[in-house]
Nanobody, 125 residues
Framework: QVQLVESGGGLVQAGGSLRLSCAAS????????MGWFRQAPAKEREFVAA????????YYSDAVKGRFTISRDNARNTAYLQMNSLKPEDTAVYYC??????????????????WGQGTQVTVSS
């Protein structure tokens, strides 16, 4: 079983930045693909970004492309989501997730095996 702990959320003004972290347990982190999703009140959980474990390819939703960057540090068992130029519509609980198999449909929630508890991001206008 993989445990994930997100951190770095908070309250920020529009135009500001935050960096979210996702710390994973276990010794196989380097072989996991990672994803970030978010869920706003009364909305479905939606894909934000993903990174493959092998070639480090990255993928983004259209809503965040050019503003957010996903990365990972295998030595620290940690994935990151750098969020710049934040907008009020980015307000949501952000979740990281692990895919232990070869990454298929990176934007599908069903692709991922384990999830963190989430961290709140609030962007004020």
């Amino acid at each position: 079983q993989v445990q994930l702990v997100e951190s770095g959320g908070g309250l920020v003004q529009a135009g500001g930045s935050l960096r979210l972290s996702c710390a994973a347990s276990g010794r196989a982190f380097a072989t996991y693909s990672m994803g970030w999703f978010r869920q706003a009140p009364a909305k479905e959980r939606e894909f934000v970004a993903a990174i493959r474990w092998n070639d480090l390819s990255t993928y983004y939703s259209d809503a965040v492309k050019g503003r957010f960057t996903i990365s990972r540090d295998n030595a620290r068992n940690t994935a990151y989501l750098q969020m710049n130029s934040l907008k009020p519509e980015d307000t949501a609980v952000y979740y990281c997730a692990v895919d232990r198999r070869p990454l298929g449909d990176y934007s599908s929630r069903q692709e991922y095996d384990y999830w963190g508890q989430g961290t709140q991001v609030t962007v004020s206008s």
